[in-house]
C-alpha cells in the first residue's frame, strides 16, 4: 500500500518519467548590477535610487543608502528637486516598472515635446 502511494504521488509530480521541469529564470541578470547604484520607477509614479544589495527571481530588491525623489502634490508625474533619505529598502517586485544604472545616465529633452525659446 505505501509503495503503490509513493508511485502516484511520483508520478502526479513527474518524478520518474524522464520530464524534468524547467526552472523558470528571470529576464533581467541583476547581478552585474550589485554593489552599484541603480534607479528604480515604481507603478503609480514614485521613483528612488539606491545601490543594490540584493535581489531575488521575482524582482524583489534590497537597495542600501537609499533616496526617494519627492513629486510635485499638484502633478503626480512631475518630479522636484527635493529629495528625502530612506536608507536601507526592500521594494517588492510586483510595482517594480523600471530599473536603470546610475552611471551613464542622464536626463535628455523629450523630442516629442516643441521647445519654446
Keep these: 500500500m505505501m509503495l503503490s502511494l509513493l508511485a502516484v504521488i511520483g508520478s502526479s509530480q513527474g518524478v520518474g518519467d524522464g520530464k524534468e521541469k524547467r526552472r523558470k529564470e528571470s529576464?533581467?541578470?541583476l547581478s552585474k548590477y550589485l554593489e552599484k547604484s541603480i534607479r528604480v520607477k515604481f507603478a503609480g509614479g514614485r521613483e528612488a535610487a539606491g545601490i543594490l544589495k540584493g535581489y531575488d527571481p521575482l524582482l524583489n530588491l534590497v537597495l542600501d543608502n537609499t533616496t526617494?525623489?519627492?513629486?510635485?502634490?499638484?502633478?503626480?508625474?512631475?518630479?522636484?528637486?527635493?529629495?528625502r533619505a530612506l536608507g536601507l529598502v526592500v521594494c517588492r517586485g510586483t510595482s517594480v516598472?523600471?530599473?536603470?544604472?546610475?552611471?551613464?545616465?542622464?536626463?535628455?529633452?523629450?523630442?516629442?515635446?516643441t521647445q519654446e525659446g
Design 97 to 113: 516598472v523600471l530599473i536603470c544604472p546610475m552611471d551613464g545616465m542622464e536626463a535628455i529633452p523629450n523630442p516629442f515635446i
Design 27 to 29: 529576464i533581467l541578470d
Design 68 to 83: 526617494e525623489f519627492l513629486r510635485d502634490p499638484d502633478d503626480p508625474y512631475k518630479l522636484l528637486d527635493d529629495t
